[in-house]
Structures are given as C-alpha cells and as structure tokens.
C-alpha cells in the first residue's frame, strides 16, 4: 500500500496516475458571481477560498469526525451540515462541493442549505456519480441529476444550471483505472510490489487509450463521473 501511494504522489497529474482522467480541481465556472457573506459546507482545505471574487466574507464549516478525524483540518466552524448553527435568511452564498455522499440524510442537508441562505442567495453543489466508495465509513450515497434536482425542489431551491463532470469513456476509463490500482493496494506488500510495474504500466495505457477515444467518439450523457449544479432561492 504504501509503495503504491508513494508512487501515486509521485506520478500526479501525469497519465501513470489512476486519477488522471479525474482532471484537476476546478471551482464552479459561475462561483465568480459570488458576493456577500459565503458558508463552505465540508470546506476541507478550504481551497474554494482561493477563487472568490475579491470581498467575500468566507467561513469555512466542516464536520469534527470528517475535519479533523480523517484531515487533521480546522474550519473555522465546526457543525453538522443537517443542523447548521446560523439563523435563517443569513447567508448570502454556499459552496456544498462533493460533501452531500458524506452525509446521512443529504436532503436534511439540502433543506438547511435552503434556510439560511437570503432570497436570492445562490448556492453551488456538487456530487459524485460514477466513483468508488471513498472516506469509508462515511459514503453513504450517490444521486442521479434528476434525485437532486428533486430534492433541491422540494426544499424550495431553483436549478439554475446542471453540468456533467467527465465525458462518458473518460469515467469508464477513469474506473478501470481505479479498479486496477484498488487491486493493487488490497494486498500484501510483497505482492503489491510485484504487481506495481503491471499496474503502473495498465493504468497508462488505459488512461492514454480512453482519453483518445473520449475525444473521438460521440459522448453519452448517461454517464459522468459526478455532477454539479448552480442553484437559487427565489
């Protein structure tokens, strides 16, 4: 295990990394209509903080079993994205970035989100879709464009934008990847070296041969490796 995230680390952002068709983190395209105050709901490193638009007021909000127990991150609040400690109609703008598969009840989450933000405050969410389990024990689900825009709706939200993350072959290219290296870390160590160069050279070739073919062949817009949409409150 450690021989194969020593690698890893090593090989980022090049195609010898099975993340590689993941791309790099990108903030939402429209985050810079961001003003006001803004809450990051599960801010982690708060890297979101680096692309606000000059002005905004950041708080970055993070659960203690998740910041600190798996991190060793300190927000500036620590809270429960169900019951968030702000008062009703307070916040401007909130960033909920790949943390709704993390938590129990994501609607409860959702309809908090709701309540604090002011009419018409915006908010930005993101979710992964086609993607293994992550965090463990905490992944507990994934939604489906249409399960969020549902339970966006119902928490009285607007869809104002829905984007896929990943073309089609790029997220199945993205998994065998994943799977590959999964199998990999699962074993011994003795064994995981041995396997090491295979992988090592699988995963390049499979990210070179999906990353070529993704760009040639017509997408599927069935399939994506996440989600994410701009929202509204009326």
Not at 112 to 126: C, H, Q, T
């Amino acid at each position: 295990m450690t021989s194969l995230r020593s690698f890893a680390k090593f090989a980022a952002r090049t195609p010898l990394h099975p993340q590689w068709l993941l791309g790099r983190k990108r903030p939402p395209p429209t985050l810079q209509q961001a003003a006001g105050t803004l809450l990051d709901i599960g801010a982690a490193d708060r890297w979101i903080s680096s692309h606000l638009p000059g002005g905004v007021r950041y708080i970055a909000l993070d659960h203690p079993a998740t910041a600190v127990g798996l991190y060793g991150l300190r927000p500036d609040v620590f809270a429960d994205g169900a019951q968030l400690p702000f008062a009703a109609a307070s916040i401007d703008c909130i960033t909920c970035l790949e943390v709704l598969e993390h938590v129990p009840d994501p609607a409860m989450v959702i309809a908090e989100i709701s309540r604090v933000l002011v009419s018409g405050g915006r908010a930005w969410i993101s979710m992964p879709f086609l993607y293994p389990i992550h965090d463990a024990p905490f992944d507990f689900q994934r939604y489906t464009p249409y399960g969020m825009q549902r339970d966006l709706q119902r928490a009285g939200l607007t869809v104002t934008a829905l984007r896929r993350s990943g073309r089609a072959i790029h997220t199945a290219g993205l998994l065998a990847c994943l799977a590959i290296a999964g199998g990999v870390e699962r074993q011994r160590a003795s064994l995981a070296v041995l396997l090491l160069p295979i992988a090592v050279l699988t995963i390049l070739l499979v990210n070179c041969a999906a990353w070529t073919l993704g760009m040639l062949w017509p997408d599927w817009d069935a399939m994506g490796h996440g989600y994410q949409v701009d929202v509204v409150k009326p």
